[in-house]
């Protein structure tokens, strides 16, 4: 037992070193608990190993980063590592079944995924390990990083490590000579990652010995010559091959710089498709978004008018500014974390777009925009039941309007909310696979 502060759990999952239970704080909080696994507990490295990933990872703190709440030793003498319960599937699993990602879908993930990166190297920390299976994406698409059993503080002094430890796919060419991890070399997964999600596979595949030896002679084929059929430009081509340069000099220097040449690619291919981007939380509208460290711009939406006459127009216009002001002031409080007061923010925000009971007229369908807000916050709160029935008022609100941006804004909402994949629950994975 860790100390008589949790109380253990079922089991949540293993690898080959350690095992992570959900758990319960005396307090009533379910967090999940990271230990060494019952076989090793005789294996000092092992055990030094878990000692400091509660070490590194309490240096991190990013919303797309599973954070460490507690570590320490247990009763037993081992040691222990205390996290949120993240809750998500990981990124692998939605490629395996879904193939490659929709753009808006891709983007949003995408850059989650390198804010979260950039964070932990920020905190002078390499990951290590970066893969799909340890990107939880969770029924809003909010993205958090998980397991750090081979995390390293960043070194200025590249050194020879005889220990090859890792996913083979998503490892660069000098990590398999036996290079040390590096910010480089989390570049280089980071990039494996996108790549996947762009065309539905790694680059490389196969046998261990055969994804090896193409890391270390073969090239990269083009994400567009790999899924032609998804139109992919040369921009972003470049980009995710300059993230796979087997040189790491050639690489992008720091995450940042990929995430900016990613987004003005993607921007550039896609100019034509305004997203709803997703910012740590909940989604917002996406107005040149440049929290997180990736800029995700979306055009404004025209105003549509609802009848022809002048007056009926200035009222949508009217309606339009009430429901933007309201986004702008829930805005802050939810880059905050402070959720409930997002809530009751949109809540009367909501309110005053309603109509009088006794005009008998129906809600103008611009409402949407606010209901798919909350709709998300309340998912994000564990109010399941109050996210599912506003996700369908949302849908109803959206198919009036006669938009299809709209209509598939709010059906993904939909897809996501109301029919949606059981919950996997996760603290963090348990070390190499």
């Given amino acids: 037992m860790p100390n008589d502060h949790y ?14 239970h959900v758990a319960r704080h005396r307090s009533g909080r379910l967090v999940a608990i990271k230990r060494v696994r019952n076989t090793l507990v005789n294996d000092r490295m092992i055990v030094d190993r878990l000692t400091d990933e509660a070490r590194l990872l309490r240096t991190v703190s990013h919303p797309n980063v599973v954070r460490a709440l507690d570590d320490g030793t247990g009763s037993d003498g081992m040691p222990f590592l205390v996290m949120d319960r993240a809750h998500g599937t990981p990124l692998s699993e939605l490629v395996a079944q879904h193939g490659a990602l929709p753009p808006e879908r891709l983007v949003v993930i995408a850059s989650q995924l390198l804010a979260g ?20 994406v969770d029924d809003v698409d909010i993205v958090t990083i998980i397991d750090f059993g081979l995390a390293r503080t960043v070194s200025r002094t590249p050194s020879s490590n005889s220990l090859i430890a890792g996913t083979p796919a998503y490892m660069a060419p000098e990590m398999i000579t036996g290079g040390s991890p590096t910010v480089a070399a989390d570049i280089y997964a980071a990039g494996t990652i996108i790549y996947e999600m762009l065309t539905g596979a790694t680059p490389f595949s196969g046998p261990i010995s055969t994804i090896l030896a193409c890391q270390l002679s073969g090239p990269v084929q083009p994400p567009s010559q790999r899924a032609p059929h998804r139109g992919i430009s040369p921009a972003i081509d470049r980009v995710v091959l300059r993230a796979l340069d087997c040189s790491p000099a050639s690489r992008y220097q720091s995450v940042p710089a990929l995430a900016a040449a990613f987004a003005a690619a993607f921007d550039d291919r896609f100019d034509a498709e305004p997203i709803l981007a997703i910012g740590s939380d909940v989604w917002v509208d996406g107005r040149n978004d440049t929290r997180n460290g990736a800029r995700i711009d979306a055009p404004t939406r025209s105003m549509r008018a609802t009848a022809a006459d002048h007056a009926t127009q200035r009222l949508g216009h009217e309606i339009d500014g009430v429901i933007s002001a309201g986004l702008a002031r829930a805005q802050p409080l939810i880059d905050d974390r402070c959720l409930l007061a997002a809530v009751q923010e949109l809540e009367t925000t909501l309110t005053q777009l309603l109509p009088p009971i006794e005009l008998e007229t129906q809600s103008p369908p611009e409402i949407w925009r606010i209901e798919c807000v909350l709709a998300a916050l309340y998912d994000s709160l564990g109010k399941q039941e109050r996210a599912r029935r506003m996700a369908l008022v949302a849908y109803r609100h959206a198919l009036r309007t006669g938009s299809p941006l709209a209509e598939a804004r709010a059906r993904i909402l939909v897809d996501r909310l109301v029919v949606r994949a059981p919950r996997i629950a996760r603290g963090t994975s348990s070390g190499p696979r």
């Fill in 7 to 20: 109380q253990i759990g079922e089991l949540l999952g293993q690898g080959g070193m350690g095992q992570v």
């Fill in 117 to 136: 990166l950039a964070a932990i190297h920020d905190a002078q920390v390499v990951h290590a390990d970066l893969k799909s299976h340890n990107v939880l």
